[in-house]
């Protein structure tokens, strides 16, 4: 199965994410200009200019690739535990985006009613799966930046 693009995706919280995402990320005062994130179309790298060392790939949100990047920057020491953490929660609630996004597809074009209730009661697990995802990705990217 190919990357999902979830540029395309519009969950409710996917906005909220990426503001509070920001707001992180603006907390975060870099002080080295050493590593960098690579767009591949679809993922995000992250790269130590002075070797070309890849450190991290296949991110899919750029700002969590960015959040990464600017911890790495800021010339403290990072824990890798706490990277590794954010990576697979990143990777957890983008699963959990997808979701949504497919019932909410499912739903908009059932037109049987015994599926459609299914759909829809899929959809509103999803969409719950999915806030608390996104609340645990914050929380770590929070964790990040504080250690």
Do not use: W
């Amino acid at each position: 199965m190919d990357n999902p693009d979830i540029d395309y995706m519009q969950p409710t919280s996917e906005s909220e994410l990426k503001d509070q995402l920001e707001d992180i990320l603006s907390g975060i005062i870099s002080t080295l200009d050493i590593y960098d994130v690579i767009d591949n179309g679809s993922t995000y790298d992250i790269i130590n200019l002075k070797n070309s060392n890849m450190l991290y790939e296949d991110i899919n949100l750029k700002i969590v690739a960015n959040i990464i990047a600017s911890a790495l920057n800021t010339g403290e020491e990072v824990n890798q535990s706490s990277i590794d953490k954010v990576l697979e929660t990143e990777k957890y609630a983008v699963s959990k985006m997808v979701e949504v996004k497919i019932y909410e597809e499912l739903t908009e074009s059932s037109d049987n009613f015994d599926r459609l209730t299914i759909y829809e009661t899929k959809l509103t697990e999803a969409e719950h799966k999915s806030a608390k995802a996104v609340d645990k990705l914050l929380h770590h990217c929070h964790l990040l930046i504080s250690v």
